[in-house]
């Protein structure tokens, strides 16, 4: 297993524009999209593509380089795109037309 | 169908803005099931899984690990097997668990000379089948570092001061393993049910970071009062 890259994808790096450089706090309340990302790691993880353990340890890592200035409640989002993207199993063009288009949903709606 | 809608509740509001996050996480759902990195039933079956867990397990297992002698020899020989009594099976949601959780579940019963507590000094290992999601602060480094280094230190920022006589023994979770505290039941609870001594084993009391009391539950707590 070797360690994460620290590579600085625009299209993750981008996401500080709106989360802010604050703190999570201790005891807040999770937000809805956490609950949904936390089922997609068990999903990649039980079906062989990210392993949760390397998430972990991969957020660690990441989370005091490339994310340091992000929430900490928002890394496992950022990583685990991060090494999808690492690992060529979605492509950054892929994720930015991907997030355009959700982003557009959701703000349509 | 009717085609009136006058029963009483206040209008749903519209929604916020709209997180970075909520748009990268539906985003890469989105494509990794495209890809075939899993399906959706895959997904609704740990979101389905996720919603049905929480603290109460573990506040059920104490309270009645608190009433029956026996349940506790049970509870304390073999968590994982004695949680199936109170419904919680450490192989859902799959029949193999979790892919973080289906280990070795142990209790670790506190007594006037032994007080526990639980970190994952690795990750962020916690007994989700029967405490729920972890918090965030038990996730940071700064908890998961200075846990097992300075425990009493931690355990004063959390409010709770042991006398010196007290030994502190600190469980590191791990990929096999994962641990919860049987905090000692408080005085002013004698009589009391199963259910109402669950309502005090808070989550804290079973991390280990704070004592149960008869008159705090997760819902209410004492009035702070000035010193």
Redesign the interface.
């Known amino acids: 297993m070797s360690p994460p890259r620290n590579t600085h994808y625009p299209v993750l790096m981008g996401t500080l524009r709106k989360a802010g450089k604050r703190p999570s706090e201790p005891d807040r309340a999770s937000a809805p999209w956490e609950a949904n990302l936390q089922a997609t790691c068990e999903c990649l993880s039980w079906r062989g593509a990210l392993d949760n353990l390397e998430r972990r340890r991969a957020e660690d890592t990441l989370g005091e380089t490339t994310y340091a200035h992000f929430p900490a409640h928002t890394r496992a989002a950022l990583v685990t795109a991060h090494l999808l993207l690492e690992r060529g199993r979605i492509s950054e063009h892929e994720l930015e037309t991907r997030m355009n288009q959700v982003r557009a949903r959701l703000q349509s709606s | 169908m009717s085609t009136t809608h006058d029963h009483d509740h206040a209008p749903i509001e519209a929604?916020g803005?709209?997180?970075?996050?909520?748009?990268?996480?539906?985003?890469?759902?989105?494509?990794?099931i495209e890809?075939g990195?899993?399906s959706p039933e895959?997904?609704r079956r740990?979101?389905e899984w996720?919603?049905r867990i929480g603290p109460h397990g573990g506040s059920r297992l104490v309270a009645r690990a608190w009433l029956d002698p026996g349940f506790k020899q049970r509870l304390l020989a073999d968590g994982t097997e004695t949680s199936k009594e109170i419904g919680i099976d450490w192989l859902d949601p799959?029949g193999t668990g979790?892919?973080?959780d289906f280990t070795y579940f142990y209790v670790l019963e506190n007594t006037p000379k032994v007080h526990n507590l639980i970190v994952c000094t690795?990750?962020?290992c916690y007994p989700r089948p029967v405490l729920g999601?972890a918090?965030?602060?038990y996730?940071?480094?700064h908890y998961r570092r200075r846990a097992v280094r300075w425990p009493r230190e931690v355990l004063a920022e959390f409010g709770l001061h042991l006398a010196a006589d007290v030994e502190v023994r600190v469980h590191d979770s791990n990929?096999k393993s994962r641990f919860m505290v049987m905090p000692m039941r408080p005085e002013g609870t004698e009589g009391w049910t199963e259910d109402q001594l669950a309502a005090i084993v808070t989550r804290d009391t079973m991390i280990g970071v704070a004592l149960p009391r008869a008159d705090w539950t997760a819902d209410r707590s004492p009035v702070a009062t000035s010193r």
């Open positions: 929604a803005e709209i997180s970075e996050f909520d748009v990268l996480e539906t985003a890469i759902r989105g494509l990794a890809k990195l899993f895959d997904h740990f979101m996720a919603q799959t979790t892919p973080s690795l990750c962020s999601q918090p965030e602060w996730k940071t480094p990929q």
